[in-house]
């Protein structure tokens, strides 16, 4: 569509009441409908319907120019004349920020440019909202007002809604002269990210998700038009039900994982808003389209990774609606090695893709504690949540390198990036083939000390660990990992079978329950949290527990169901004295009492993750039946340092003098009371600390399932007895509390270990 400055105006029509937005679409409809809808038409209609005294359409050119395409009110000989670089005056800051802007007096904004062929003056209210298409600015539509004033929520909502029906006309038509993709460059691009789940991959970007132009954007039949939304509904929740039953791809879905989902993104009150766009005159398609807009500028805004994983949910759904409408096309059966790079995914799309075969995934707004980043982790699909602009820089087919483990998503790489990238790659896939030899033997050093390996996890699905690792049992089951996903805590018979079937698959092995460890960072949706100022010390786990017991008993109990008389190990998480740790025992005693059949054996431990039971330890000893040391928390009290900080990853470390020193007299007084101890941290996952651990004297250590195989590994190369001299120097040398690490990696790496 040409943009004619001189087509007829439409028909003129009684004046709406102020702010009708039905009138305005009902005008829009006609002109589109007629086949005739320029952009002087769109331009005349909005200012008329509005009301507003004008109104201009920018349209995006090359070279980051936005160029008048129509006007209404102002000057029409400045169309195609007047343009404004991208940044430039109130329209070209709008194009530079995506964002609308609403000013009473426009012509007093530090930005404001003169155009003197315009022809604004005496115009003094403003509201320029972007056009905006995948990410894309396509331009930019603005109204104005003599009087001074700033334009009411409805005509903001309704010109919104204008600029998204123009930004389908201008995809439709390519009248912005750019290429779809716009302005975009080829050069290679970092971004840098936090990892969701570890891995490399080399592969190419997968195109998917911007959908083509919506054909049909109003109805004058809206009936019609609710009833292909309820039937589109009816086939978005089919193919859900056929994820979670298991007849479509990634049908061994986590089952409550889907169903929380399935809650969130069928209840909440889009569809009615979806339903409410229709009756205004919008197609089933673009009602869709427009509240999908709307959440994503409000998941701009929110900050709480719940509430936004909440709205992913709901965005996962609107792709199916989306797909179902016609308005999308269908996912290609096979995206085999691809990269998909999104903005946000849900759990079910995440499951699609993976069956779909997809290497590895960047999403710009993801959490980790998000139900993307479980169910990446435990498909062990590489996953990296990836700064802003990831999305808008990429084109469908790039090359990418995705690395997952420095936190780096390399678009289009250089021809020697991708060459070190292939060395490491070629190296690892040797390596893991001589790791997947480590599965079936035990894990004993060169001098024939021998430990127990065992795994973190959080989710039954993460179960097929137990044997694809050869790990010895599970020492840290996170029962409130489960909760999180699922968006609650379910009755005592949903844990109970939750926890019995953990309890089957482990068979003889041996599996340590840790009862909910929530409250800080891993909150409940809908949870605000106390508004603490240190959360992590705050109300939290046990502490919760014990001020509530009613929640505490019943995961007890649940978990004495499960055990239908096995052996039954728990421990409690944040103990910070023996009373806390008695008092927890007790309720466990009190359960016990009650369920029948009583386990054959029921110990019960703590997690040791604040320093003041160091102080405790001959009365601790006389009670746990065993100790875990969660070094995780255990470092950022300590140290004082947030372990969710990023700046303080590096500061302190668990191979220095204090650490190791602590971890040493720890578990000689365990090893004198004959109480067993382990190391559940992260720290105990890495190599080369597990190594030092070891030792100091450590015989079990539990890590996340991928780094049980390196860990043995490392142990299976090295002699203790060569060891302990070294280390016993290097904690003299570092006494000062420095990082040994570097030090102890060159000794390792001298005497050929794998680290
Ligand atoms: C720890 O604190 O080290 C631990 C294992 O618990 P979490 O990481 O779940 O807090
Ligand atoms: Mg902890």
Redesign the pocket.
């Known amino acids: 569509m040409a943009p004619a400055a001189d087509s007829p105006p439409p028909r003129r029509r009684k004046k709406p009441k102020f702010g009708d937005t039905r009138q305005l679409f009902v005008r829009l409809r006609e002109s589109l409908a007629s086949g005739a809808a320029s952009l002087p038409d769109i331009a005349h209609i909005v200012a008329r319907e509005l009301p507003a005294d004008a109104s201009v359409i920018y349209v995006a050119r090359p070279g980051e120019l936005l160029e008048l395409a129509a006007t209404y009110g102002l000057n029409v000989s400045a169309v195609g004349r007047t343009r404004l670089r991208v940044g430039e005056g109130i329209i070209g800051v709008v194009a530079a920020s995506g964002d609308p802007l609403n000013l009473a007096d426009a012509q007093n904004h530090p930005r404001y440019a003169y155009k003197a062929e315009l022809g604004e003056e005496g115009f003094a209210a403003t509201l320029a909202m972007p056009v905006k298409r995948a990410g894309r600015i396509l331009g930019v539509i603005a109204v104005m007002s003599r009087q001074v004033r700033v334009f009411a929520p409805v005509e903001v909502e309704s010109v919104a809604t204008v600029a998204m029906l123009l930004a389908e006309i201008l995809a439709g038509v390519g009248a912005t002269d750019l290429p779809e993709e716009g302005f975009s460059d080829t050069l290679p691009r970092r971004y840098a990210g936090h990892v969701l789940a570890t891995g490399i991959v080399r592969g190419q970007i997968l195109g998917f998700g911007a959908a083509p132009p919506i054909a049909r954007l109003m109805t004058d039949d809206p009936e019609a038009e609710t009833k292909r939304l309820e039937r589109a509904i009816e086939d978005a929740n089919r193919s859900l039900d056929g994820l979670i039953t298991g007849t479509l791809p990634g049908g061994n879905a986590p089952r409550e994982v889907l169903e929380a989902y399935r809650m969130v993104a069928q209840s909440a009150g889009w569809l009615t808003q979806v339903r409410a766009a229709i009756n205004d005159g919008l197609t089933a398609e673009t009602a869709v389209d427009k509240v999908s807009r709307n959440l994503r500028e409000r998941m701009r805004k929110i900050a709480d990774p719940y509430l936004r994983e909440r709205l992913a949910d709901i965005e996962d759904m609107i792709g199916r609606l989306m797909v179902a409408l016609g308005g999308m096309p269908p996912k290609p059966e096979r995206a085999d090695g691809l990269i998909l790079l999104v903005r946000r995914l849900g759990p079910a799309d995440l499951l699609d893709w993976h069956a779909r075969g997809i290497a590895g995934v960047a999403i710009e707004e993801a959490s980790a504690s998000g139900h993307a980043a479980i169910l990446a982790r435990a498909l062990g699909l590489p996953a990296l949540a990836v700064d802003r602009g990831a999305v808008e820089a990429a084109h469908a087919g790039d090359e990418a390198l995705l690395d997952a483990e420095g936190g780096t998503l390399i678009l289009r790489p250089e021809p020697e990036i991708i060459q070190v990238y292939d060395r490491a790659l070629a190296a690892r896939s040797v390596r893991a083939a001589t790791l997947a030899t480590y599965r079936d033997r035990p894990a004993v050093t060169q001098d024939g000390t021998r430990l127990t390996l065992m795994l ?1 996890v959080g989710l039954a699905m993460e179960l097929d660990q137990l044997e694809r690792t050869g790990a010895d049992g599970i020492g ?1 089951y ?1 029962t409130e990992i489960a909760a999180l996903a699922a968006g609650g805590i379910p009755d005592v018979a949903g844990q109970a079978a939750e926890y019995g079937r953990v309890l089957d698959r482990a068979g003889a092995k041996r599996v340590q329950f ?1 009862t909910l ?1 929530l409250g800080a960072d891993k909150l409940l949706p809908g949870e605000a949290g106390q508004g603490e100022e240190n959360p992590a010390m705050g109300w939290r786990s046990l502490r919760i527990g014990l001020d509530r017991p009613a929640i505490l008993r019943r995961q007890l109990r649940a978990l004495l169901l499960a055990a239908q008389g096995r052996p039954l190990s728990i421990m409690f ?1 944040m103990v910070a004295t023996v009373e806390e740790f008695r008092a927890a025992r007790d309720l466990l005693e009190h359960e016990a009492a009650r369920i029948r059949p009583a386990p054959e054996c029921l110990e019960a431990g703590t ?1 040791l ?1 604040i320093p003041s039971l160091l102080f405790q330890l001959p009365g601790l000893l006389a009670e746990a039946d065993f100790i ?7 470092m950022q009290f300590l140290f004082a340092a947030d372990r969710g900080t990023p700046e303080l990853a590096d500061r302190y470390d668990t191979l220095s003098a204090p650490v190791l020193e602590m971890l040493e007299r720890l578990s000689a007084e365990c090893d004198a009371a004959g109480v067993p101890l382990s190391i ?3 720290a105990a996952g890495r190599p080369l600390d597990a190594l030092a651990f070891a030792a100091i004297g450590v015989r079990t250590l539990s890590m996340s399932g991928n780094a049980i195989l390196p860990v043995k590994a490392i142990l299976a190369a090295a002699d203790l007895n060569t060891l302990r001299p070294i280390l016993r120097e290097l904690r003299r040398a570092g006494a000062a509390g420095g990082s040994l690490r570097e030090p102890l990696t060159a000794w390792a790496r001298e005497h050929g270990l794998p680290v």
């Open positions: 973190n840290l996170r840790r460890d998480p997690m993750e875990s040391v969660g070094t995780n928390d255990l559940c941290g992260e």
